[in-house]
């Protein structure tokens, strides 16, 4: 193919049919707050409607290493599957991290260097994000710091070896370093939003550190939005059209990052969109299962309350392989288009999403992480049956947004036959999110996505 690489990010925040729900400050929500030293730049990408952003000299450098990522339309597994339309799927697991958070961690470790910052601090679930950030933080000349979930790092003790390897500090989470972490002893270290809130936490009491996060932000999907300016090219260059777009949801970044640019296409053009499918598990169905409301991003609580699809911050999320995509909540951007309708939603299982990932595997020689399985899955139902009263007329096209060689644990879980799955019951949902404040419910709006009106 002969796609170049884009010059310029594209935002959707123009084409919102609603704009989104202000934040709830520190003050009128929890009483207090952490400083974050967000780079003025990543602030002006979160709220101004400006549709494009050009992406610095020193990032574009960094993304000739990798980028443009293939996109293919995958016949083995079309067959494998019984699809009756066809399946493209966009690469995103060929570069050091294995995913596609590498995008924003060159990006925000770039606007933290220029800002003056001398060391980045994150947490992560399955690992991807930290690595990432690992590498860019390597790249820029900047220390990292990772608080890594401890049963994703006790499973995949070689992402541990591989940030190491660029130069990052390690904390199993909970790490027992932070207050949070003392007062959340209910993690057990299965929370990506422990990990998070030691993050946060650490970087607000240290001089000269930052915490960046990976997925939630509004600048952070922008930065995505290459997979989608990308496949677009792509799909054209193969004369090949989709009327659906299918992507793992953890917070939403590589779904936002591959579907958005469709949504923003279609409005600037007045013309139709495909159906936007963001595939989430069925551990942590915040899209399918969950309330509109205001909740904390992180187990701190110091910062402010956004409006998200949530199943509640404090719920014990079951340990499950669903790895990154293990977060109470959905990005506020995700959240405010699925409550106007933008986009839509399915849960998958994890067996559904090793299944996939081995369908994979075996016809098409690629190896996706089990965040990555979860999109196949959905991808397949689509491309075949349909799920959720929606069915596939033209193509499909589905983000890869991983490898998974640091994964194979869990598709040895598969193999044996030793695989559970644990979704959340209606009850344990209502308990969760029973104090949260609502985001402007309509009359005969559900209070849970998937539940009673």
């Known amino acids: ?109 770039y606007y933290y260097k220029k800002a003056g910052v001398k060391e980045l601090v994150t947490g992560t679930g399955a690992g991807q994000w930290g690595t990432a950030m690992a ?94 300016i990308e496949s677009q090219a792509q799909l054209a260059e193969l004369d090949a059209g989709v009327d659906m777009v299918v992507g793992a949801v953890g917070a939403g970044s590589n779904f936002g990052g591959i579907a958005l640019p469709f949504h923003a296409e279609a409005r600037a053009t007045g013309s139709q969109p495909p159906t936007l499918v963001a595939a989430e598990s069925s551990t942590a169905p915040k899209l399918t299962r969950g309330v509109y409301a205001y909740d904390k991003t992180d187990a701190t609580g110091s910062g402010p309350l956004e409006a998200m699809y949530t199943i509640g911050s404090d719920y014990p999320i079951p340990d499950a392989h669903s790895a990154g995509l293990r977060f109470h909540g959905a990005a506020k951007i995700i959240s405010a288009m699925r409550h106007t309708g933008d986009l839509a939603a399915t849960a998958v299982t994890q067996q559904e999403a090793l299944d996939a990932g081995r369908l994979l595997t075996r016809h098409e020689a690629v190896l996706p992480a089990p965040e990555s399985g979860h999109a196949l899955a959905a ?47 209606e009850t344990a949902l209502l308990s969760a999110v029973s104090g949260l404040t609502p985001v402007s419910l309509g009359a005969g709006t559900p209070l849970l996505a998937g539940g009673p009106r």
């Open 135 to 228: 590498a860019a933080c390597a790249l820029f000349g900047l220390r990292c710091r990772v608080f890594m979930v401890e049963s994703s790092l006790r499973r995949k003790p070689y992402r541990g070896v591989l940030m190491r390897m660029l130069g990052a500090e390690i904390h199993s989470s909970p790490s027992g370093l932070t207050a949070v972490c003392d007062r959340r002893a209910d993690g057990i270290g299965n929370s990506l939003a422990l990990a998070i809130g030691e993050a946060v936490e650490y970087a607000a009491t240290h001089e000269g550190v930052a915490f960046c996060i990976g997925s939630g932000e509004t600048y952070s999907i922008l930065h995505q939005s290459v997979i989608g």
């Open 379 to 425: 991808a397949a139902k689509l491309a075949t049956a349909g799920a959720d009263g929606m069915r596939a007329e033209r193509g499909v096209l589905v983000c890869v947004s991983g490898h998974g060689y640091l994964d194979l644990a869990a598709y040895e879980q598969l193999l044996n036959d030793e695989l559970g799955d644990e979704a959340p019951s």
């Open 1 to 109: 193919m002969t796609v170049e690489l884009p010059t310029s990010w594209r935002s959707t925040l123009p084409y919102l049919s609603e704009p989104l729900p202000p934040d709830l400050t520190p003050e009128s929500a929890s009483g207090g707050g952490v400083g974050v030293n967000l780079p003025m730049e990543l602030v002006r990408q979160s709220v101004l409607e400006r549709e494009y952003w050009q992406i610095p000299s020193e990032v574009l450098d960094a993304y000739r290493k990798f980028r443009p990522t293939p996109l293919w339309r995958a016949t083995g597994f079309e067959r494998a599957i019984g699809a009756r339309v066809p399946v493209y799927m966009k690469y995103e697991g060929g570069n050091i991290s294995g995913s596609h958070k590498l995008n924003t961690a060159l990006a925000q470790a």
